[in-house]
Nanobody, 129 residues
Framework: QVQLVESGGGAVQAGGSLRLSCADSGRTSSSYPLGWFRQVPGKEREIVAAISANALSIYYTASVEGRFTISRDNAKNTVYLQMNSLKPEDTAVYYC??????????????????????WGQGTQVTVSS
């Protein structure tokens, strides 16, 4: 059973950095595609970055390209989101997600909320100007 727990959120000034971590305490997601999403009140949850099961395919939404880096350590069952040059518009609750379906698709990443089967509880990121 996948059990995702995010950490690393907090408050930071614009231009600063944070590193989010998402650990799977169930230790089953090392072969799953993973994603980071974010959500602000009143808006839909949106994709930030996604990574394939083999880490060879990666996606970033345009607004974070060049500033954020997604990575995974399968030995630790953990996915990371390194966020640099943070902007006030990055303020949101950040969620990690894992997809257990079609695990044979090792090179595929997924960008829709309905593509994922498991979610963490979220971690707040607040960027002040």
């Amino acid at each position: 059973q996948v059990q995702l727990v995010e950490s690393g959120g907090g408050a930071v000034q614009a231009g600063g950095s944070l590193r989010l971590s998402c650990a799977d305490s169930g230790r089953t997601s090392s072969s799953y595609p993973l994603g980071w999403f974010r959500q602000v009140p009143g808006k839909e949850r949106e994709i930030v970055a996604a990574i394939s099961a083999n880490a060879l395919s990666i996606y970033y939404t345009a607004s974070v390209e060049g500033r954020f880096t997604i990575s995974r350590d399968n030995a630790k069952n953990t996915v990371y989101l390194q966020m640099n040059s943070l902007k006030p518009e990055d303020t949101a609750v950040y969620y990690c997600a894992a997809r257990s379906r079609e695990s044979y698709r090792r090179f595929t990443y997924y960008t829709g909320t309905k593509d994922y089967d498991y979610w963490g509880q979220g971690t707040q990121v607040t960027v002040s100007s």
